[in-house]
């Protein structure tokens, strides 16, 4: 941390950055207000399944939004990144309009900015931290819209910087999964010079990033140029491949493989385990997603189909459920709604996407959760029962508990619901590998330094975690990498 | 090894079975190696096509290829079935799901109903070769129906064919042959994949002689490695995925009326793929 915090000090007191603090006077700074994210209208962008909602800044707003910047002496935004990002470094590069270099500081510690500055839950990490909220009580400075900004201008210039890489150590390693903890685990590695392979099961590489964020939030062509990026500094994706099953671990050993990072991701949909939840037309969110994101079911041209509904119930309220409802809406349900056990404030979703959910007509229903499920004579869903709740004592997680209310059953007419209410980790690799030591949730046991039981094997992102999000699985990554490094330079193994 | 080397898919064979029932073998030297009766893969045609599961009915280890067995159902299969040798799969995933657990038991009966009888030989073969007896009881709706026989042949002490119509074999269905061997001789255990009716009423059968039965499903799935959900069903009250606890399942534990349910989840979307299809010829 000491070696982080002298870094950045070092950086801060380069001239530039001195001179640009002068420019302007404190007060004229916080004078500013937060800038407003461009969006595309409610009415138009549900009428597509892979319009973008939010445009971006232009540059003119982007420099004006960094100018809001104070370049704390001690900048406490950069303790909420889990890829610790240099942030004053890249919002004072794009205050004095060298945008490169302000995409070329992210690049130094994150493999996807592009991903990031558009799914991260800012307003929880960084942006929480930022002096602005902490000490003034105003809006933070929209770190996420800069650092989409930055990563946006540097890809569209078509000069893709790519990052230096140290000239290889000749050792070979695997990561396991091709979602945000192995990329971030690969770009590191590879720029320790590492030989590093990703393996994926599926026949798209980018895990979640592909099959489960919709394109109306993240569009696939954004992650195909990180995905592109990393190529470039020499890692190798081989897709439809399933380590442990396709060829075992011993196998790849044999290969010369040294290192294995585990990212296999949450894979199991969980279901509430109620009367009626196998009928026909209630499925997983994992399943809604995939054939729509993944398999472009929503088109006409792919061979995978997918349900539609009239009324469509989604069963949660994460960001997952988020996806599923505004996607059910994008297919042309008349009505969609959230069917939520909490309330309202305790939703785990991005308040941005519940915002932009309510925006296009999604309805919510909190404070219910289904009970039973009936179906017509083909077995298809055509009504659900929710019981009401109230809010009780805090739980484990420091939410208010909710409680059934008794009698307060209600019936109502749907014909497809979405599961969206969690996943259980992927049993593949533990089931391949009986020494590997797993929880009893069956998520991969794993010390500080993402290392498992298996001094070759480190793990990490949701098959540790059970389930997180986009940024703390790319920060389990990170901390994958330097682990192996160090494992694999010492002289212990 | 290479771990490229399973990337090329390429159709090194293609027979009919039958009018509607097609043999694919497949260069795919990794599958081939470490593939174990009862698994799967997971194939796509095209860069648009879905993603379909098929048992791996066979595998040649020397030559790095498999055989895969297909029955022209929909839009994607028909795709399938219109491939030929020196074309290559899109893109082919596996092996997939549980290993059959083989071991030396007694007698088995292994039942299988048309392309069934594909998933059964990797099957037979293994219980042949752990020292098994098995008597196989194929059957179809007729003659032209009942496919890999001399295969079958090859790794069972006897095989009765029963078919609908008395084209061949003896006329009936597959638990009319079943019981008679059951009344002949002592079971130990019995095999039974084929359509789920087949399965229902061959799993009702033995449950009433108490013989431990395994039927393997093939549910709608869309990734095949337990992310989707899409091939849940209930065993013993509990729901399973299909892909990663099955595809064998005991028999007498299974809600074989819910999985006929389930399979025609998406019968809708499948006939308007199937007449759009058709229209675009």
Redesign the interface.
């Known amino acids: 941390m000491t070696i982080l915090s002298e870094y950045l000090k070092e950086q801060r007191n380069e001239e530039w950055r001195a001179q640009l603090r002068k420019k302007l006077k404190g007060k004229e700074r916080t004078n500013i207000p937060r800038v407003d994210m461009p969006e595309v209208s409610a009415k138009e962008r549900t009428k597509y399944q892979n319009v973008e909602v939010n445009l971006g800044l232009d540059k003119e707003k982007a420099i004006i939004e960094a100018s809001r910047c104070m370049d704390c002496a001690t900048p406490t935004c950069i303790d909420g990144c889990p890829v610790q990002i240099n942030i004053p470094e890249f919002v004072k590069n794009i205050e004095r309009e060298e945008f490169s270099l302000a995409a070329q500081t992210l690049k130094k510690t994150s493999a996807l900015p592009a991903v990031c500055g558009r799914v991260c839950p800012q307003e929880k990490q960084c942006e929480e931290l930022c002096f602005y909220t902490t000490k003034l009580g105003k809006d933070p400075i929209a770190i996420g819209y800069l650092e989409r900004f930055a990563a946006d201008w540097e890809r569209e210039s078509g000069e893709m910087s790519v990052p230096e890489c140290a000239p290889s150590n000749g050792k070979k390693i695997a990561a396991i999964g091709s979602g945000p903890a192995s990329l971030s685990f690969a770009g590191d590695m590879a720029k320790l010079g590492y030989d590093v392979t990703v393996f994926e099961a599926l026949h798209e590489v980018g895990g979640v990033l592909k099959y489960g964020i919709p394109e109306f939030r993240l569009p696939n062509s954004v992650v195909d140029v990180e995905l592109d990026n990393l190529s470039k500094m020499g890692v190798k994706f081989v897709n439809n491949f399933i380590v442990g099953r396709t060829a075992s671990f011993d196998d790849l050993k044999n290969e010369g493989f040294e290192g294995f990072f585990v990212a296999s991701g949450a894979g199991l949909p969980r279901f509430m385990s109620i009367p009626g939840e196998n009928y026909n037309g209630i499925l997983s969110s994992n399943e809604y997603l995939t054939r729509v994101n993944l398999m472009g079911a929503a088109s006409d041209d792919n061979d995978t189909p997918v349900l539609r509904g009239k009324t469509v119930a989604v069963i949660g309220g994460g960001n997952t459920a988020m996806d599923s409802v505004r996607t059910s809406k994008r297919l042309g349900a008349e009505r969609s709604i959230i069917v939520y056990r909490r309330s309202r404030a305790e939703m785990p979703a991005r308040v941005e996407e519940v915002n932009h959910a309510e925006e296009e007509g999604i309805e919510f229903m909190n404070l219910a959760n289904p009970v039973e499920y009936f179906a017509g004579e083909k077995g298809r869903v055509n009504k659900m029962r929710v019981q009401h709740m109230e809010l009780g004592e805090p739980d484990a997680s420091g939410r208010r508990r909710p409680v059934p209310v008794e009698g307060s059953e209600e019936d109502i007419d749907v014909d497809l619901v979405i599961v969206a209410v969690g996943v259980s980790p992927n049993p593949l690799i533990p089931s391949c590998l009986p020494e590997l030591e797993v929880s009893k949730w069956g998520t991969i046991e794993v010390g500080d330094n993402m290392q498992s039981s298996i001094p070759i094997l480190f793990a990490g992102g949701d098959i540790v975690r059970g389930g997180a999000t986009v940024i703390l699985a790319m920060g389990d990554g990170r901390n994958a990498a330097a682990s192996m490094h160090e494992y694999l330079s010492s002289e212990k193994k | ?4 080397s ?2 090329m898919n390429r159709i090194v064979d293609k027979e009919f079975l039958s009018e509607n029932v097609v043999k694919i073998v497949v260069e795919a030297p ?2 081939a190696k ?1 593939r174990k009766p009862g698994n799967f893969i997971i194939l ?1 045609v095209s860069e ?4 379909i599961p098929l048992t791996i009915a066979a595998a040649d280890e020397k030559n790095g290829t498999i055989d895969l067995i297909a029955q022209k159902v929909g ?2 299969t028909e ?1 399938l079935a219109k491939m030929e040798v020196g074309d290559s799969l ?7 799901g549980k290993a059959t657990e083989i071991s030396k038991i007694g007698t088995i009966l292994a039942c299988g109903g048309g392309v069934g009888i594909a998933p059964l030989l990797p099957i037979v073969e293994g219980f042949k070769k752990a020292g098994n007896r098995i008597v196989s009881v194929l059957a179809a709706r007729s003659k032209d129906l009942i496919i890999l026989e001399d295969e079958i042949r090859k790794w069972s002490d006897e095989v009765i064919i029963m078919t609908d119509d008395g084209s061949y074999g003896t006329k009936g269905l597959v638990t009319e042959g079943a019981e008679k061997v059951i009344q002949n001789e002592k079971v130990d255990e019995c095999i039974a994949i084929g359509p789920a009716i087949m399965m229902k009423f061959t799993s009702l059968l033995t449950k009433k002689y108490n013989i431990p039965t395994q039927a393997s499903l093939n549910s709608i799935m ?2 095949g ?6 091939c ?3 065993v013993g009250g509990k ?1 399973k ?1 299909t892909c ?1 606890d099955g595809p064998e399942f005991d028999a007498h534990q299974i809600d074989f009326d ?1 999985m006929m ?2 399979l ?3 019968s809708e ?2 006939k308007k ?1 199937h007449e ?1 299809a058709i229209n675009q010829r």
């Open positions: 090894m290479s771990t490229n399973n990337h990794l599958i470490s796509r648009k096509g879905e993603r839009v994607s795709k899109h893109d082919l995933v596996g092996p997939l869309v990734d490695t337990g992310m989707c959900g899409a849940r069903v209930t729901t995925f990663v819910e349910m389930r025609g989840g998406y979307e499948e793929a759009t």
